[in-house]
């Protein structure tokens, strides 16, 4: 048996607490609860709406997998770099990250799987190696850790900023201002379960947007988005509370059948975080997948555009740069 234990900071409930620190949905938390595996300050709670309180511990723990039957795996993945400690790659649009009872298709770490290396454990059976997550149709970059000293070293850095992202988002119509930062709370939506909203009860979130390139046809265009936090849907909330989406983003954008894309135009491009064994700070950058390339070799002057998504100018244009 895997188990983690947990500290809360401040008060709210169980199911939600849990489903933001696992990464799993409120079914598969309300599910672990009722198998006695969740405990309170040492006591079993059977309520998944258990209001927790500062100071209290929570402990978590986790049933060994069942044995099933392997998922063909018919992708491949882009190893931008390997040691002993950690593997960084470029993930395909349309790949969800790790096995869910909604998920049929083969996961990330399927893949991880039929490659047979050595993941850490920290996360569970069925999240080996996953320090953080991309939406199935969010493409780039991720760092997945070998071992769980380096799962335990990326964690603490996704929670004190030294490890950070930033994302390229093809969005419509274009932002007024070069630079637009938005400081709102997020929380799943209370009218479609599928989304996530502005609560003025959800976690702080902060993402800064700088305008990169405009469209020929000037109806759309290339953003730069600097995560600060990193909220389910962060940019796309973000980005909906200015009344804008990203092409291709169904879910929070309105259909429209001028959008010649098939899966959402966002694309984690550059991760950086400080090496848990080295102690020196690493840039990794994600190549564009074929459909963004595509839709921007078409719409876009591609004479400056190699030059505008340089690294070192996707992080000096910011107002707080790493």
């Known amino acids: 048996m895997n188990e983690k234990i947990y500290t809360i900071q401040e008060e709210q409930r169980l199911d939600a607490f849990l489903t933001d620190q696992i990464?799993?949905?409120?079914?598969?938390?309300?599910?672990?609860?009722?198998?006695?595996?969740?405990?309170?300050?040492?006591?079993?709670?059977?309520?998944?709406?258990?209001?927790?309180?500062?100071?209290?511990?929570?402990?978590?723990?986790?049933?060994?997998?069942?044995?099933?039957?392997?998922?063909?795996?018919?992708?491949?993945?882009?190893?931008?770099?390997?040691?002993?400690?950690?593997?960084?790659?470029?993930?395909?649009?349309?790949?969800t990250v790790h096995p869910a009872p909604s998920v049929k298709e083969a996961t990330l770490v399927d893949w991880l799987k039929k490659r047979a290396m050595r993941l850490s454990t920290i996360s569970g059976e069925e999240r080996h190696g996953i320090v953080h997550r991309l939406d199935k149709g969010t493409s780039g970059a991720m760092v997945i850790a070998k071992t769980n000293e380096a799962h335990e070293a990326l964690s603490l850095q996704l929670q004190d900023k030294t490890m950070g992202r930033y994302y390229l988002a093809i969005s419509t119509p274009p932002l007024k201002e070069d630079i637009t930062i938005v400081e709102e709370p997020i929380a799943r939506s209370s009218h479609n379960r599928l989304k996530m909203a502005i609560q003025s009860h959800g976690k702080y979130a902060k993402t800064e947007f700088k305008k990169t390139q405009l469209s020929k046809d000037e109806s759309c265009e290339l953003l730069t988005c600097k995560l600060f936090t990193g909220r389910t849907h962060q940019i796309r909330v973000h980005l909906e509370k200015l009344n804008r989406h990203i092409v291709g983003d169904h879910l929070y954008g309105v259909k429209d059948k001028k959008e010649k894309s098939e899966h959402i135009l966002l694309h984690a491009y550059l991760l950086y975080f400080v090496h848990p064994k080295t102690k020196i700070t690493q840039y990794f950058t994600a190549s564009l997948d074929n459909d963004m390339i595509q839709f921007i070799e078409k719409n876009f002057d591609m004479e400056n555009f190699y030059e505008n998504i340089k690294p070192d100018n996707i992080r000096n244009g910011f107002s707080t740069a790493n």
Not at 57 to 83: C, G, H, Q, R, T
């Open 23 to 95: 990464g799993q949905t409120r079914s598969q938390i309300v599910q672990l609860i009722k198998q006695n595996a969740v405990t309170v300050d040492g006591k079993v709670v059977a309520k998944p709406g258990v209001k927790l309180k500062p100071a209290q511990e929570i402990k978590v723990i986790f049933p060994e997998a069942k044995e099933s039957a392997p998922k063909k795996v018919d992708f491949d993945v882009e190893i931008l770099y390997e040691d002993d400690d950690l593997l960084v790659i470029n993930k395909p649009s349309g790949v």
